[in-house]
Structure formats: structure tokens, C-alpha cells
């Protein structure tokens, strides 16, 4: 994973550009998530969320729920559990299960010891503030609540991190090209234990790592895509950079057979 520049973590935690583009509908986002249909092993996210809630009944809040994954596996497993999604987005919520809720995580609109569980799922990396987020969600649950929380390490894809750089190179006529956007740089999984720490003593870190091999240039093409609503902030022609970067993995399909991402992202239980 790339290392992101002041511009582009202020442009990652940006709320027009989160709420009005990158996740105005569930588009980008289901780019992103499409990428692991091939990775092995298969992680069913979803259902290690259920099961990190097994002991859990009452309210859960999934801030940031995106497209409702989560929130809709829930609502099929845990029939009995009262699950709230809120986001930042009122296009992304379009399709989940209600109840939902348009609110800025920074500001959580519910009462101190309200909830039994809340979600951060791939989301703490968007708040500008990720420290004052964290003493939000710690706020609203219960002393013997949890915070599942997710994210990526800093050495996740690097494999695309690589492909980026040398395609913007080729466009620019360079070496090597600026760095891709990093979506979890500024809360990787390495550096989420000491942010969540300040607010949970009881941190459990569940890492997930895999390969994704792909023979079809498409999934890593939309992937890198994805991105678009941070296209400004890329140092580079966007739309053409990832046209080269697609003609280099069809290449390397082609010689190699496929396309190999190592991936290495985590779950973190987190408890008072």
C-alpha cells in the first residue's frame, strides 16, 4: 500500500467528495468489493461479523454500512438483533434494510450507552478526525459492548501499487509514476490497534490474508477505476493511466497465465 500525500489524505476524508461521488451510489464500492470473488482463501466477511456478534443482543449500528452488506447479512442471520445502518450518504442507502440514517460518524446521532455493537467497517479510514470517531463509538455502546472495526495493511495489493506506478510512468514518459490514493493509509491495520487503543483496552486483531489471481484484465481495471472520485488528487492523466494499466495486465496475462494481488487485510474485535 502507497503512502498517501497531505493533498490526497485530506481528499480520502473529504465529506463532498465521499458523500457526492465516491460513494453517491454503491457503484465504486462494489468495484472494489468484486475484486475478491477470486482471492484464496475465501473469507465470508459477512459471516465472521455474525459470528464476532454471536454473544451479542440488542442494538447494532453499522456506521459507514455502505452498500448494506453487512447490515443485509445481519438482518438474514440475526433476525433478532435490532441493526441500524447510518452513512454519510443518502445515495448509498438507497437499497439497504431499514432503518438507516444519513449522519457524519464524527457526530453519532444517538445517546451514550445505546448500543450493544457497532461496526466501523472499512470506513475509519474516510473521518477526518479518526481519534475523536473512535471516542464517538466507544460513547455509544454499552460497558459491555464491542466495536468491530476493519481495514487494510500498509503491505495490501502491493502488487497494484506497482502496476499504478508504472503505468503513470508510461503515460508521463517517466520511470516511474506518482503513487496510486490509498484509501487506508491513514488507518491501516498497523496503525489501528494505537488508534483504538486510546478508547478499548481489549483489542483482538484477526488478520485475513490471500491471493487474488486474475485471467480477465476487467475486475482489476474497474478496481483501479474506483478511484475516480479521487482522480484530482492522482498526480496523474486518471482515465489514461488506467487504460495503460490494464494493456500491462493483459500482457502479463498472456505470458504469465494471470495476474497476482497479495492482499492482507484484518478484522479487530474491540471491547471497554
Known sequence: MTSNTAQQDAAVADKAILANSAYADGRHLAARQSIYRWQQPQYDLPGIVVEELANTSGTVLDVGCGNGKFVSRLHE????????????????LT????????????????????ADAALALHMLYHVGDIAATIKELARILRPR???IASTNSDTDKQELDQ???RAAGDILGIPE?????????????EK????????FKDIR?????????????APITAHLASYEAWAGRSGVPFHETVGRASEIVAAEIETEGTFKITCRGGILACRP
Open 163 to 165: 502496476l499504478w506506478a
Open 95 to 114: 437499497d439497504v434494510p431499514k432503518p438507516v440514517v444519513v449522519a457524519d460518524a464524527q457526530a453519532l446521532p444517538f445517546a451514550d450507552n445505546s
Open 145 to 147: 459492548g464491542v466495536l
Open 77 to 92: 442471520d440475526r433476525p433478532d438483533l435490532q441493526v441500524v445502518g447510518m452513512d454519510i450518504s443518502a445515495g448509498i
Open 205 to 217: 486483531v484477526r488478520e485475513l490474508p490471500g491471493t487474488i489471481e486474475i485471467t480477465d484484465p
Open 192 to 199: 489501528a490497534p494505537g488508534f483504538l487503543g486510546a478508547a
Open 177 to 189: 509514476g506518482p503513487a496510486r490514493v490509498s484509501l487506508s493509509s491513514r488507518f491501516s491495520l
